[in-house]
């Protein structure tokens, strides 16, 4: 109970992490090979059992850059002959070999005494930061128990080295909340052990130079007073570090980046909502949710400029967005919404979905090869720097999931390159508030081209959540559940009747009717009448 808190505390301050990649073999390391290597192309099981069934119970995953090797947390005894401990560990998927290996092993090689999880790896596989509550993960093994210590993998040893730990000693509270830069040079994470560096104050963020070798404290500063920084990303050349900052008297958290070398600290003016963003490894852009002003309808997924401050609007929903990934080039992203963002988005769960800047495109990756839902839900994406690759975790919820596990959940991968069952885009809503610095351009004809509003109702669901479209509005409203819906146009949520004609008629299941009605330029919302807090949209008019 006490871990779980732990992890809890420090995630809700902004320092979630995902898991492991590791690339070849080390020292010590089981490695066990699958009766049935997938070679066809479309969604792959990562989380396996040598017999190739799945593991019910994996989670946490992280794919490397060429996408060969997936990692991924598991509880799961049996996926390497010596793992039988009963706890949480990391392991490595070679999907080119097919087999398996236990990375968070003890120092001399066997299974270690207690749970890792919340790991991240460099782009080339080398080294691999990871979380563990284990005594014997280095030698001489920590003292006592029941203390997280974050450590630094290294493929060419086979070794770890616990980097959370004072000049002498042990820490005297736990470390959380990895990340790592793509070349492996510096990890940063949170802690609450107040004896890492001389002079702690306290519960903090922390850097570590894998060049030196040396722990350093990050100390942002807002509204002129140093702060504690829940770390969130970290470029290559450790010179820039995003820092999830609060803002004094309640106001909020916001991005504050830190250059350790110079000890500055950097306000950009973005607000940070209570997910954690991501940057690329050049420091240059940055993915967040957006934060919505009071009042506002939906928010927005938004990828910022940080050289230039400018920002661009990916996608907009009533639900929101988290566990966002992103490529070395920020191009590409992964992220999970329950929001529905594709046609067949229908599951009211929240799902993996994927989007390339370049060419518009997204796709929901969370779907069997044959289009089924995942079957409870998705989470947990993450994406090779090349922006090709998505792994992902799939949770199913009653009997065998249409994507191989059955009641736990199992990790999968996709090449986001190839064509998915689902995959025409609908547009989201223009950001309904955004930072003053960063204006987000008006959406034009080529980014978001105007779709005919064509709204799906299942029980207490709309889909889409958002509609872009010109006037003279015409929607056709179809009911595909079994209770009775509405759908009506409003000036604002809470508000009146947009237009004559925008309230549209009670329909019954299998029923369908056509709503029209001219309104000016602007931002508009949706509802049905019958389930008003469940079913929920925005309306943009051009």
Not at 107 to 115: H, I, P, Q, V
Not at 214 to 233: D, F, H
Not at 385 to 414: I, M, N, Q, W
Not at 511 to 522: C, M, P, S
Request: glycine share 12%; net charge negative; aromatic share 6%.
């Amino acid at each position: 109970m006490e871990r779980v808190g732990l992890r809890l505390a420090i995630a809700a301050a902004g320092t979630f992490a995902v898991a492991v990649v590791a690339c070849g073999g080390g020292a010590g390391q089981a490695v066990t090979t699958a009766t049935d290597i997938p070679q066809s192309v479309g969604l792959e099981l990562v989380s396996r059992l040598p017999d190739g069934t799945p593991s019910k119970g994996s989670s946490f995953a992280s794919v490397s850059g060429d996408g060969r090797f997936v990692a991924f947390a598991s509880g799961t005894d049996g996926l390497v002959s010596e793992d039988a401990n009963g706890q949480m560990d990391i392991f490595l998927r070679d999907r080119q070999k097919g087999t398996t290996a236990l990375v968070s092993h003890a120092a001399d090689g066997k299974s270690a005494d207690d749970s890792a999880q919340e790991t991240a790896i460099s782009a080339d596989g080398r080294f691999i930061a990871y979380v563990s509550w284990a005594r014997n993960a280095v030698y001489p093994p920590r003292a006592d128990r029941g203390t997280a210590d974050v450590y630094l993998w290294d493929r060419e040893s086979g070794r770890s080295k616990r980097i959370s730990a004072p000049p002498a000693g042990d820490s005297n509270g736990s470390s959380m909340g990895l990340r790592m830069s793509t070349n492996g040079r510096y990890v940063v994470f949170a802690s609450l052990a107040t004896n890492l560096t001389p002079g702690d104050p306290g519960a903090g963020g922390f850097i570590y130079s894998a060049d030196t070798g040396k722990l350093q404290r990050l100390s942002p500063q807002l509204a002129g007073a140093v702060r504690t920084c829940s770390p969130v990303a970290v470029s290559d050349d450790g010179r820039r570090v995003a820092c999830r900052v609060y803002a004094p008297n309640g106001s909020g958290s916001r991005l504050i980046l830190v250059d350790p070398a110079k000890g500055t600290s950097a306000d950009p003016d973005i607000c940070l909502s209570i997910h954690a963003g991501v940057m690329t490894s050049d420091g240059r852009f940055f993915a967040a949710e957006s934060c919505s002003a009071v009042g506002a309808v939906g928010v927005s997924l938004m990828v910022y400029d940080l050289n230039s401050a400018t920002s661009k609007q990916i996608a907009a929903t009533l639900e929101g967005f988290d566990e966002i990934a992103i490529s070395a080039d920020g191009m590409r992203l992964a992220f999970k919404t329950s929001g529905p963002l594709v046609d067949g988005d229908l599951n009211g769960r929240a799902d993996v979905y994927f989007t390339d800047r370049s060419s518009g495109f997204t796709s929901r990756v969370s779907v069997a090869n044959d289009g089924t839902d995942c079957g409870r839900e998705a989470t947990a994406p993450s994406l090779s720097v090349s922006g090709h690759f998505v792994a992902f975790t799939c949770e199913a919820s009653e009997g065998k999931s249409p994507l191989g596990g059955d009641f736990e959940p199992d990790v999968y991968v996709r090449d986001a390159r190839e064509k998915v069952p689902v995959g025409r885009v609908i547009p989201g809503a223009t950001p309904v508030h955004g930072p003053a610095r960063y204006p987000t351009p008006a959406p034009t004809p080529t980014d978001q081209p105007a779709q005919p509003g064509v709204v799906t109702a299942t029980d207490n669901r709309f889909s889409p959540s958002a509609i872009v479209t010109t006037s003279p509005v015409e929607v056709r409203f179809e009911n595909h559940g079994q209770a009775r819906h509405t759908i009506h146009f409003l000036d604002r949520q809470g508000g009146t009747t947009l237009a004559k004609g925008a309230d549209g008629p009670i329909t019954n299941a299998g029923e369908f009717a056509i709503i029209r009605f001219e309104v000016t330029a602007g931002t508009y919302y949706y509802q049905c009448d019958i389930h008003p807090d469940q079913m929920r949209g925005v309306l943009t008019v051009r």
